[in-house]
């Protein structure tokens, strides 16, 4: 069974500008979620996704982040304009449903801004 | 509002010594409980969960027992290896919040020969 896949792995940008990150989870699972890693942290969630639909975005910073899953499967997670405090692992997981199920994370994408 | 609080690292081990991960949490309702691992280079992966009150999770020689009465759920092996070596984070998953995972910080553990 593939694992969740996310590209790029690194990204180095400088402060204001934009970066996406995409995401393709297991197949089968309807909850994708999102995670923010800042260095020496625990992940912090960001948004989850039911499907295509959004479940919680309550900690995402909806005035510089913007996520979508198209049908129901992959998902991109985009930054604009991006700040210092940006810097960070960001991490996508899928589970077969919401719930107390198991969440397979993929290997992250490890973002700099400069 | 819900959170997990877990020992500071890093934790430096010899081989086969007794190892304990402190954790802790805060939450409302009934949460289900987590360790989740992060080797060198590779992503969090489950290492294992507990869904109620007295439950144990186990799994490669690690267990964990979910206390409600002490909020705990410390990480335990009885002879760690070199190849443990990895960070360990502490999760609940918050029955209130759509079942989001809450992580605590993470503890590095360091094994050597």
């Known amino acids: 069974e593939a694992g969740v896949a996310q590209s790029p792995r690194y990204k180095i940008i400088e402060k204001r500008q934009s970066v996406a990150f995409w995401c393709n989870p297991i197949?089968?699972?309807?909850?994708l979620y999102w995670y923010q890693q800042i260095l020496g942290q625990g992940p912090k969630l960001l948004i989850q996704?039911?499907?295509?639909?959004?479940?919680?975005d309550s900690q995402l910073p909806k005035d510089r982040f913007s996520a979508e899953r198209l049908k129901g499967v992959d998902s991109t997670l985009k930054i604009q304009p991006a700040k210092l405090e940006d810097s960070a692992v960001y991490l996508c997981a899928s589970s077969l449903e919401r719930g107390p199920y198991e969440q397979y994370f993929g290997p992250g994408t490890r973002l700099t801004v400069t | 509002g819900n959170s997990v609080t877990q020992m500071e690292g890093p934790v430096t081990l010899s081989e086969e010594a007794f190892l304990t991960i402190n954790c802790t949490y805060t939450?409302?309702?009934?949460?289900?409980l987590f360790w989740y691992v992060q080797y060198p280079g590779e992503g969090l992966q489950l290492l294992l969960k507990a869904t109620k009150a007295d439950d144990k999770g186990s799994n490669k020689g690690f267990e964990a027992t979910y206390r409600k009465e002490t909020t705990s759920f410390h990480l335990e092996k009885g002879s760690v290896q070199v190849s443990d070596s990895a960070v360990y984070f502490c999760?609940?998953?918050?029955?209130?919040?759509?079942?989001?995972?809450?992580f605590g910080a993470g503890t590095r553990l360091a094994v050597h020969p």
């Open positions: 939450a409302t309702g009934y949460p289900s």
């Open positions: 999760a609940l998953s918050d029955p209130g919040g759509y079942n989001k995972l809450i």
């Open positions: 996704f039911q499907n295509n639909g959004v479940v919680d």
């Open positions: 197949s089968g699972h309807a909850t």
